[in-house]
């Protein structure tokens, strides 16, 4: 068994074990004089175990110590634990073993020593990573702490979050104070309950007694709304499952219906429906909005957003239930209105504004007063997410869902704004990632939804599935080298990395470190380069590296660029700009970028014979199908235009070439699955190439000789959860 040092000694800034350094000072861990980086909490996590060696700790005790003053769940110890076992290659749990129901145990001889003043210093990065698979252990709830007076129920539902390719175009943002501060100083003990075991939950909203919860449920591509007793834990369905999508849950304030918002087809514009509590006829109330939604305290009017591609206008506006439309406010393109929320006393509405589509671009939270239109910043500075927004009972504030840094928009937290102040303050602060809030009455159940990533790294025959085979955990992005390799994107080590691997998964090596989000590799025709978008200067850039991963070299420092892509011969590489979706073409080597169009495209591959590039695009118009469009390198318009069914699912922006120039490749999801389709450029039916009958495929990448394919497939996996606890004391 482990001894500590004798606690008769001075306090000293080193702990040693093993070949091992834990740097108190500087807050590092140190190996052979090379740091070895750790996330915050996971390096608080060590080092509580360090300062307690030989002891059995509980998960209870450890997650007061790490996060003293804020709500986690779980996941977010076994998340940091798994970290920690990484950075000792601790996989044989010598250092951090598991004691089956009662915790864990730091099992090393610890000794402490002066810290070597002249020791470079060592700063640990500040951002939290995300987790790709989150285990979960229901048997215990952690302690938490106090931020509201009153007992507060929180219902989180985990989202479906399905991965749209917009939703993971980043760069990177450390906010400072106020809005980086601490979590209130005063806490209440919280207990979260999971509701469901489905998987497969889609969207929340809270009865204003706190007696129901309406949720979406998804199953094989198609939804359906569910009305749950919370006491009894009884549901019921209250629509019939059919291939739509719903948007935003809301219930009346004297609940008695239920509000949503609801896409008819893949390609169909959003409407607005009003259904009773128990099922019937939807009344459809709002033609042609965007899916975010707020009614009036009095229940007679609804403020929604409603984006015109045609004008290129963003317009913030209010209806009678039954009645006349009428402007609020309006920004031109690509600024955009989202998530309103109306005031408890119905003068106010709080809405988010910004650009939502461009990465590293940031929003705010803006309010309207009803009395006189005049329109004020409320958040005392912009932030890289603001979402969804409920405002207490009493009118001192809101909850939000927001996000503190542009390199992860998919992390989200809950936070409080205060009102009129605008000062955000966070709620939660874990590895989970939440959208979706709700609200009762007397703000004594606030529902909010979490979502956690599953996903693994697959590789099948080009023409048949029958020898799949999982080789690696990971989101993807791939790119295939010369010598038969995969490079890819995985979030393996805590953040999104670029690694290279042999195609039976063997020989995994990372070869980025930037602690951040990297992604989308392509390899050059000579296998000696690597060109990936990162946010490892603040923006979603272009960098370019040696095939093992040294020497790398920023290519592009615009708003946001993504999708790199090498033509045939090495000379060029194509690229999307992200937020306008534009394509642009550089020389390889570095230098400026021509606009190659002005059509919207999601990202562009070019032809082995270096003549044509194909990608996606679609009109900015309502009800317009997706396209794959086919055109000169060199420049011109299309040559060729291949229009999907209305049917189709869009999923991976990912469009590639057989080797043989004839036909390209891409994603349909149907019914909620994904497989990989082929299409002739002599025209005819597409035909289906794989046959995987379960999960969605994120991205994949063919072989260069045409016979192997590599692909991420996976969910997003959602469930509810009540967890007791938060109000703003007074």
Known sequence: MAQSQSSSQPPQDIRSFADFKLDLKRGCLIRDGHEIKLRPKSYETLKYLVE?????????????????????????????????????????????????????IFDMEVSAGQQNQTHPAIM?????????????????????????????????????????????????????????????????????????????????????DGRYVVYTLEEAGRQSLWLRQIETN?????????????????????????????RDSPQGVINIYRLPLLGGVPARLIENAEGYFSLSPDNKQICFVRDSATNEQSKLMAADINGAERQLSQRQLPQRFRYPAWSPDGGVIVASAGNFDAQGSLVEAIELRLTDGIERRLTTQLWPEIGQKVWLPDGSGLLVIAGDQTSRPYQRQVWFLGYPDGHLRPLTNDVSTYICLSLTRDSTMLATLETRLEANIWVTGANSAGRAAKVATGAGGFAWTPDGRIVYGSHASGSKEIWIMNPDGSQQRQLTFSNGFNTSPTVSPDGAEIVFASDRAGGLNLWKMKIDGSDVVRLTSGAGEDYPRFSPDGRYLIYTSVGNWRLWRMPAAGGEAVAMGSDHSEAANVSPDGKWFASFTRDDQPNSPYQIVVAPFDGGPPAKKFVLSKDFGYQSADVRWTPDGQSLTYVVTEAGVSNIW????????????????????????????????????????????LIKGVRPAT
């Open 234 to 262: 009884s549901g019921q369905q209250i629509t019939a499952p059919a291939a739509v999508n719903y948007f935003e849950l809301l219930f009346s304030p004297d609940g008695q219906y239920i509000y949503f918002a609801r």
């Open 678 to 721: 082929k299409q002739s450029l002599a025209g005819g039916e597409p035909k289906q190439i794989t046959n995987f009958e379960a999960d969605k495929i994120f991205y994949f990448d063919l072989s260069r000789d045409g016979q192997e394919l590599v692909c991420s497939r996976g969910r997003w996996a959602h469930d509810v959860v």
């Open 52 to 104: 307690n060696p030989g002891r059995i700790l509980a998960k209870e005790e450890l997650i007061q110590a790490v996060w003293p003053d804020s709500f986690v769940t779980d996941d977010s110890l076994v998340q940091c634990l798994r970290e920690v076992r990484r950075a000792l290659s601790d996989e044989s749990q010598q250092f951090l073993k598991t004691v089956p129901r009662r915790g864990y």
């Open 124 to 208: 640990t990065e500040q951002i939290e990573g995300v987790k790709l698979v989150i285990e979960s252990d229901k048997s215990a709830i952690g302690k938490y702490g106090k931020l509201f007076g009153g007992v507060i129920v929180i219902v989180v539902l985990a989202s479906a979050g399905f991965l749209l390719f917009r939703s993971i175009r980043h760069s990177r943002l450390v906010l400072g104070s106020p809005a980086a501060a601490a979590p209130f100083s005063s806490f209440q003990k919280i207990q979260p309950t999971q509701l469901t075991n489905l998987g497969s939950v889609m969207g929340i909203a809270i009865s204003p």
